[in-house]
């Protein structure tokens, strides 16, 4: 049996995929066993009246060792 924690993280990208994808990559780098990103909220970043970049709020879930 394994056990699996969640853990919930923000990452910013050019696009949506960018932000979930970099979601993915960054907890990546301090965590193993990364399995799913499940996103939560999606935000549009606007500077001067343009959406310059997007954010994601993410649950990202990992099998513990």
Same mark, same amino acid.
């Given at each position: 049996? +394994?056990i699996? @924690? *969640? $853990?919930?993280?923000?990452a910013?990208?050019? %696009?949506v995929? #960018?932000? $979930? =994808? #970099?979601?993915?990559s960054?907890?990546? =780098? +301090?965590? /193993?066993?990364? @399995?799913? $990103? #499940?996103v939560? #909220?999606?935000?549009? $970043?606007?500077?001067?009246? =343009?959406?310059? +970049?997007? /954010?994601?709020n993410? =649950?990202? %879930?990992? *099998?513990?060792?």
């Open positions: 049996m +394994s699996a @924690k *969640v $853990i919930e993280v923000i910013e990208g050019n %696009t995929e #960018n932000a $979930i =994808k #970099n979601a993915a960054e907890a990546g =780098k +301090s965590i /193993r066993n990364v @399995k799913h $990103i #499940n939560e #909220n999606i935000q549009g $970043i606007v500077v001067d009246g =343009k959406v310059e +970049s997007f /954010r994601v993410a =649950k990202v %879930t990992f *099998v513990v060792d």
